[in-house]
């Protein structure tokens, strides 16, 4: 038995490093939603300021693009052209994506420094994609509504994914332990 924890040691480490810092991230966020009140229909501040950067990147396309409150559900309904296009939710505010992203990367420990600054860089690259992502959404919904699912459920899911595993990808070869490791070799 000690043989079989030795031999896989280093996936065992990066298991409970990515459970553990999963489950607290995810208990942070989820204590953070439950701040506010679903039966009021709010809609927390986060999910609030990516409706409006999306309406903004909206606007720079057509100046007739705005958000405003949801009257029966906690959500935020997203305008564009005048047309109302989609409700932005909790869900679309990237930050469940955000949460794999990191504890992805705390699992693949790398130099503190270099972790904490492809966090943030991560992170930061996410939210931009986005924004830009629920912006390019809404326009292609106004002109093709018949492929909504297509689109939200396959095309744009697809691209955010991307980009995280494209992260991770360069995350463990550049600057991973696992990458200096295997540089030595």
């Known amino acids: 038995m000690k043989n079989l ?5 280093p996936f065992l480490l990066f298991l ?3 459970i553990l810092s999963y489950l607290v991230l995810t208990f942070i966020y989820q204590s953070y939603l439950s701040r506010y009140n679903v039966k009021d229909f709010d809609v927390d501040f986060f999910t609030q300021a990516v409706a409006d950067q999306s309406a ?3 606007s720079w ?7 405003m409150p949801h009257q029966t559900e906690p959500t935020v309904k997203l305008f564009y052209k005048g047309k109302y296009i989609s409700r932005i939710i909790e869900g679309c505010n990237a930050l469940s994506v955000m949460i794999l992203f990191i504890s992805f990367v705390i699992a693949f420990t790398g130099k503190f420094k270099k972790t904490v600054l492809f966090i943030v860089f991560g992170i930061f690259l ?3 994609l986005n924004i830009a992502r629920i912006a390019l959404l809404c ?5 093709f509504p018949q492929y ?8 744009f899911p697809l691209v955010i994914y991307g980009v995280v595993f494209l992260l991770w990808v360069i995350w463990i070869n550049k600057y991973s332990f696992y990458a200096t490791e295997v540089d030595k070799k």
């Open 61 to 67: 396309i057509d100046s007739n693009s705005y958000t």
């Open 56 to 58: 903004t990147v909206l």
């Open 16 to 18: 409970g490093k990515f």
């Open 126 to 128: 996410i939210h931009v």
């Open 139 to 143: 326009v292609a919904l106004y002109h």
């Open 5 to 9: 924890l030795l031999q896989y040691k």
């Open 148 to 155: 909504e699912h297509l689109l939200h459920g396959v095309i």
